[in-house]
């Protein structure tokens, strides 16, 4: 059974910094897409970041230079580093893995928050 627990959202003010983590279970972690996706109210899911098991990472154009997506296989576990958060990234982030050919599996979701 895959499970991907995530944890790191909550409130921050303007310009301020938060990491996602994403740990996962049930799965060959190293051979895995992973990715980062948010969803804010009233709005489509959209992609933020993703890294392959082998390969560059990609970047929604509104966080490139604000955000870093990172992995470590021996923890099984994909990171989202947030710096110089505005408010339009208020949404609930959701960590999603990507087996090939065509599975997916997503995590509960997290609530990331900017406001003063």
């Known amino acids: 059974q895959v499970q991907l627990v995530e944890s790191g959202g909550g409130l921050v003010q303007p310009g301020g910094s938060l990491r996602l983590s994403c740990t996962a279970s049930?799965?060959?972690?190293?051979?895995?897409?992973m990715a980062w996706y948010r969803q804010a109210p009233g709005k489509q899911r959209e992609l933020v970041a993703n890294?392959?098991?082998?390969?560059?990472?990609n970047y929604a154009d509104s966080v490139k230079g604000r955000f870093t997506i990172s992995r470590d296989n021996t923890k099984k576990t994909a990171y989202l580093q947030m710096d110089s958060l505005k408010p339009e990234d208020t949404a609930v982030y959701y960590c999603?893995?990507?087996?090939?050919?065509?599975?997916?599996?997503w995590g509960q979701g997290t609530q990331v928050t900017v406001s003063s």
């Open positions: 999603n893995a990507h087996a090939r050919p065509s599975d997916d599996y």
């Open positions: 049930g799965l060959v972690f190293r051979l895995v897409d």
């Open positions: 890294i392959p098991g082998h390969g560059n990472t």
